[in-house]
């Protein structure tokens, strides 16, 4: 669960946490085969954040979607993250990838950690992929071909501009959002619809610049070499060199150039919105969707003005995540929560910052479209909500109900504590 002392800090995430990892746990026991029940697994281990918003979806997308479509392009994505491998090995395989998710004697070892097992034991993702509807595989070997071949091409090529950043997310991240969309909101679409490809783009965009924002320091210090996620039309206004952003004597420089990314990447934010007014229809995928992007705007509210990117890195709680999973369901919730975190932002925005004007300006811009929609959900119960009215007798309490609950939880008994927690929450407010 983390940190003790974090957890009891935010006492009424305690109860989201326990829920969800009884969800978890609860669908990977309900797999009986070996190759599902590893992939069931795996997506949780090489991505706990996105396993958490694919348990949303219901059992009729869960095979296609869940399993293999995120499973086939983490290990595409695992090729290319592995800096060992010279682009004379990398380019064919990111190019020919597509074609060894049908070969069952390809074989491939990279990566490190649990991608590794994914890459060691991709046979039994290949078995579950062999599984699913003809059409299922069809849209996945699109995506993946595609995907590769985007990802060659800029193997050895520097992000120098937005542009670039902005195509190379196209391939890594609206590509499979895209395909999403023809999978299961809107079949027969055509790669020739501008509009469902623009909307899928800049929600993928959003994503990847979130991702890549948080991750800079374990990017940075990728072995043997860096990865570099950030253009240079940013980043060289304030430093020679992207890793001396990392420095010390660089924190001014580098806290600016951190804002003005987070500032580019709310240009998406719009977009973000209409491809959810899109799949709303769809409750499964509508909550799939959403906790992506109130993941990332989560982000990039914990990474705005914040040095300790350039430190030690950051990460959301994991009680915040699990809290938005669970109130996270319509467009209400959607727009309550963006609207929330921008007041966060705008919170932290320093007047001396060069880019401060433009940054208030896009989120308040942000905050206007939540407000106009007229579907604005003002219920704070995410970041802003004081923490003074939990007594120190509530915070005692919960220190001896956590044994226990974890004692539950790994015999997997059936209790009402989540009622009890509740009430023992009203109760003890002031």
């Not at 009729?60 to 399993?67: F, I, L, S, Y």
């Not at 890594?172 to 469902?196: C, I, N, Q, R």
């Not at 987070?262 to 509508?286: G, M, Q, R």
């Not at 950051?314 to 007041?343: H, N, P, W």
């Amino acid at each position: 669960m983390g940190d003790l002392g974090e957890i009891l800090k935010h006492p009424d995430e305690i109860c989201p946490m326990i829920k969800l990892g009884m969800q978890v746990r609860e669908t990977e026991m309900r797999t009986p085969e070996l190759h599902w029940a590893f992939c069931y697994t795996m997506l949780r281990r090489v991505t706990s954040k996105f396993a958490v918003s694919l348990l949303q979806l219901g059992p009729e997308h869960r095979n296609a979607v869940r399993m293999i479509f995120y499973l086939v392009l983490r290990a595409l994505d695992t090729i290319e993250d592995d800096m060992s491998l010279s682009s004379e090995v990398k380019t064919p395989i990111l190019e020919d990838f597509h074609e060894h998710i049908y070969d069952r004697d390809w074989h491939f070892s990279c990566g490190s950690s649990d991608c590794r097992v994914l890459m060691d034991q991709f046979h039994l993702v290949r078995q579950a992929f062999l599984e699913l509807d003809k059409s299922h595989q069809e849209m996945i070997k699109d995506v993946t071909e595609r995907m590769g071949a985007g990802m060659a091409k800029f193997i050895d090529k520097e992000i120098e501009t937005i542009d670039d950043l902005n195509e190379y997310g196209y391939y890594v991240a609206g590509l499979p959002l895209h395909g999403m969309l023809k999978m299961f909101v809107v079949p027969g679409l055509e790669d020739s619809d501008a509009e469902y490809g623009r909307l899928s783009n800049s929600m993928g965009l959003f994503i990847m610049k979130a991702n890549c924002i948080r991750d800079f320091l374990e990017d940075i210090d990728e072995i043997p070499r860096p990865r570099k996620f950030w253009p240079r039309e940013i980043w060289s206004k304030y430093v020679n060199r992207l890793e001396d952003l990392k420095y010390e004597e660089n924190s001014v420089e580098a806290v600016r150039c951190l804002n003005e990314m987070i500032t580019s990447s709310l240009v998406h934010v719009e977009d973000c919105f209409k491809y959810l007014s899109v799949v709303k229809d769809v409750p499964a995928l509508f909550r799939l969707f959403a906790l992506r992007q109130v993941m990332a705007i989560g982000a990039l509210a914990l990474c705005y003005n914040n040095i300790d990117v350039f430190r030690f890195g950051v990460k959301q709680r994991r009680g915040l995540i699990a809290k938005l999973t669970e109130r996270t369901r319509t467009m209400s919730d959607v727009y309550g929560v963006f609207f929330e975190f921008c007041s966060l932002m705008k919170s932290k925005v320093d007047r001396h910052d060069p880019n401060a004007t433009e940054t208030v300006r896009r989120l308040d811009d942000i905050q206007n479209i939540c407000i106009n929609s007229g579907l604005l959900n003002r219920r704070k119960f995410y970041i802003m909500r004081s923490e003074e009215g939990y007594n120190s007798a509530l915070i005692a309490g919960l220190s001896m109900l956590l044994p226990i609950v974890a004692y539950i939880s790994a015999h997997h008994l059936i209790v009402n504590w989540l009622e009890i927690y509740s009430e023992l929450t009203r109760l003890a407010k002031t």
